[in-house]
């Protein structure tokens, strides 16, 4: 089995991922969203508007967006 961040070999401490390295990336990976799945779901489109209008039309002014 191949590193799927760089191609070496796994290390089965840390599988499957050759390095410490590698798996920070990925990690990081999944907090910048680049592993993000799109969707067309006209629900999920109006759920995002929904929270959208929520959040910009806050009365609150020490409300701040996450």
């Known amino acids: 089995m ?3 961040i760089c191609g070496k070999k796994v290390s089965q401490s840390l599988r499957p991922f050759c390095s410490k390295r ?5 990690l990081a990976r999944w907090f910048n969203g680049s592993y993000a799945v799109p969707s067309n779901d006209p629900e ?3 759920e995002l508007d929904k929270a959208l209008d929520e959040a910009t039309l806050s ?3 020490t409300c701040k967006p996450h």
């Open 22 to 26: 590698c798996a920070d990336l990925d």
């Open 44 to 46: 999920d489109l109006e």
């Open 59 to 61: 009365d609150d002014p």
């Open 2 to 4: 191949s590193c799927p």
